[in-house]
């Protein structure tokens, strides 16, 4: 017989509480998010859950964000249905290709890290890997292709975009460049990638895309560097073993957190500063205003603990960042 006073042992779940778990592990295996279940046994669902359909939102995020800085947006079905195909492009598309090639090229890490992923746990081959790969990036293409069809592009610039996106995507994840092994370059091509790609897609779709926003995007996408950053705790482990610089392994656990938020909150007070420097001063303040609760929910979880609260930091800060993007685009659609 157990010395344990009652008060220590730990009861046993109850049913009802096991099988919400399940079903909560199971959602997070198919949306691709940290702590995913393992097991799943149909080829389709594991070929989603390679392709992280959460990373999908900011991209698709991204785009709406080009179409409202292009000042051109007129809500009718037309422009409804080529957005819509535009977001299949940037999301399903093209960050399911970018997402199934890195965890090819990842498999390694995974092994350590997240062992539950399809390629690590043999329950996806690698020839299937490979073909999924090359489907993705050409529908990617041809909706690309036809998108500067219907807007009568001259020089066709979403196939382009796409292109180069693609190649990004590529030198991001595979050898002998694999920028994720830098913690800066790699970050920030990520943040590049969630941030500027698609927004450029968006305001070349309806209207014209010129170097103002390109800048301005770019000097955006340095916030999404600290987004990028955050997502590096998770895998610290690995990436040590395996001798990727990213910046939790190059600064340390603390100082790569404050990195981070300062990465984000600065970048973003600075599209604030541009935004009063054209007379959008409304967007400015409600700019800064989403900045404030972000700020709040750094310290309340991410700088105590970012190993433990990567995820729920992201939760409650990220949506604000989002929609700070919107507002920025409004004011830049706004200002012509």
């Not at 979880?301 to 409650?316: G, H, T």
Request: glycine share 8%; charged share 10%; aromatic share 10%.
């Amino acid at each position: 017989m157990s010395d344990s006073p009652p008060s220590q042992i730990s009861p046993e779940p109850s049913p009802e509480s096991a099988a919400t778990e399940n079903r909560s592990a199971k959602a997070r295996q198919l949306l691709g998010m940290k702590g995913a279940a393992s097991g799943e046994t149909s080829i389709w669902k594991i070929r989603l859950q390679l392709m992280k359909p959460i990373t999908w939102i900011p991209l698709i995020w991204g785009v709406v964000c080009g179409a409202a800085s292009s000042g051109n947006y007129v809500w009718n079905l037309e422009n409804f249905s080529i957005a819509a195909a535009c977001m299949l492009m940037s999301g399903p598309l093209l960050a399911g290709y970018t997402q199934t090639l890195n965890d090819f090229y990842d498999r390694d890490i995974d092994a350590i890290n997240e062992p539950y992923r399809p390629i690590p746990s043999g329950i996806i081959s690698i020839p299937q890997v490979v073909t999924q790969i090359l489907v993705l990036l050409a529908a990617g293409i041809a909706v690309a292709y036809a998108l500067d069809l219907w807007a009568g592009h001259e020089f066709p610039i979403m196939t382009v975009l796409t292109l180069g996106g693609a190649f990004l995507a590529y030198i991001y994840s595979a050898p002998p460049l694999k920028l994720k092994q830098n913690g800066w370059l790699g970050n920030y091509a990520l943040g590049a990638s969630y941030i500027a790609l698609p927004w450029w897609a968006g305001q070349a779709l309806f209207g014209k895309l010129d170097a103002t926003i390109m800048a301005l995007t770019l000097f955006y996408s340095l916030a999404g560097l600290g987004i990028a950053i955050v997502n590096d705790f998770k895998s610290v482990e690995g990436d040590r073993q395996l001798g990727l610089k990213s910046l939790p392994v190059m600064f340390g656990i603390d100082t790569a957190a404050w990195i981070c938020v300062l990465m984000i909150d600065i970048f973003q007070a600075g599209i604030a500063g541009y935004l009063i420097s054209i007379h959008q001063n409304l967007y400015a303040v409600i700019l800064v205003l989403l900045i404030v609760p972000q700020i709040t929910f750094q310290d309340m979880y991410f700088l105590r603990n970012p190993l433990e609260n990567d995820v729920k930091y992201q939760a409650s800060a990220q949506p604000f960042l989002v929609l700070g993007m919107l507002v920025a685009a409004l004011a830049l659609g706004h200002a012509g």
